[in-house]
């Protein structure tokens, strides 16, 4: 398939989904074998100027009753597209930042709740025109967004402006994952709502080292709830992966870049950019090779992992049973 930024999601019924951006078109495809095969893809929407590029692509989750694609225009503007599940109809565009033009960074992320609500997250301008993590819950399937609230602003001024955020969450539980700036330290920070998105705990910063850097690492890392609900995370620091929960100490993983992650109730398996080559690790077991390729997605069905890349302008799919 002929496209860029793929991302995957898995549903509580083991149905995988996929997103990607061809132009100025979203794409969306479903899998009901566990990624054995994906029906041909539909459009979902045609989007002026939409952004894809360097993680900036379309982000999906899908609940109960919906799926919702949400995707970003270059003047800064967060779009939703909701399918209901019943009829198979795509909704159409509905704005999720409150004020406009303020996501012009591109990187936004989505998750489902439980019933029929989503929260979304982003980095966003407004205010003073710095970088800050803005958030929006929906409570209607995507189909209209509560109020803005601002989640996180850096002390210094502005998060880390080209790093993609990470949303996950399960029942009333939200997990935002961002990279923040901090006296020139470039670190994860990971901030936890018990109540739907309604209200947040001040933000942690993840693992015990740091990384002084004075440039951008582009690098966001990857965010997942195990099968007991605990926050798991993967991000790079330096030219290093590592693996890390919260309040505990950072596990080295190995060298790579670009990493997402997907966890269950006993497994995890992240996918990550080494030397131009997508790279498969699951639990204690070695990196295998997937192929040449950039931006991997990973999610898990059943026993199977199911992998999403890009390369040369295609989306390659990769489907394994590790565990």
């Not at 459009?43 to 993680?55: E, Y």
């Not at 930042?97 to 997250?121: C, H, I, M, T, W």
């Not at 951008?216 to 926050?231: E, N, S, W």
Request: contains cysteine.
């Amino acid at each position: 398939m002929a496209g860029h930024l793929p991302v995957l999601t898995t549903d509580k019924k083991g149905m995988v989904h996929l997103v990607f951006g061809r132009r100025d078109t979203l794409f969306y495809t479903i899998s009901a074998d566990q990624g054995q095969s994906f029906a041909p893809p539909m459009v979902v929407a045609h989007v002026p100027q939409l952004v894809l590029g360097a993680t900036r692509g379309p982000q999906i989750a899908a609940g109960e009753k919906r799926v919702l694609i949400t995707a970003v225009n270059k003047a800064g503007n967060i779009m939703a597209y909701a399918l209901d599940r019943g009829n198979r109809r795509w909704s159409s565009a509905v704005r999720i930042n409150d004020q406009p033009d303020v996501a012009k960074e591109g990187f936004q992320a989505v998750a489902a709740l439980s019933g029929d609500r989503f929260y979304a997250a982003w980095l966003d301008l407004r205010g003073d025109h710095h970088n800050k993590v803005v958030g929006a819950v929906s409570l209607d399937g995507g189909r209209s967004w509560k109020a803005n609230q601002v989640v996180y602003q850096s002390p210094d001024q502005t998060v880390c402006e080209c790093c993609r955020v990470s949303v996950a969450a399960s029942g009333d539980k939200v997990l935002i994952m961002f990279r923040n700036w901090i006296g020139g330290a470039r670190d994860l920070y990971l901030s936890q709502s018990t109540d739907g998105g309604k209200t947040f705990a001040t933000a942690q910063k993840l693992g015990e080292g740091t990384w002084k850097l004075k440039a951008c690492p582009m690098d966001g890392g990857g965010l997942a709830l195990t099968g007991r609900k605990a926050a798991m995370t993967v991000w790079r620091r330096e030219s290093s992966l590592y693996l890390c929960q919260p309040g505990e100490p950072e596990r080295l993983l190995g060298p790579g870049r670009r990493s997402a992650l997907a966890a269950g109730r006993d497994h995890w398996v992240t996918a990550f950019q080494k030397e131009g080559v997508i790279h498969l690790q699951s639990d204690e077991q070695k990196p295998v090779e997937l192929g040449k390729g950039q931006t991997p997605s990973v999610t898990l069905a059943g026993s199977s992992v199911i992998c999403a890349w890009e390369s040369n302008q295609q989306i390659h799919i990769a489907t394994l049973s590790p565990f």
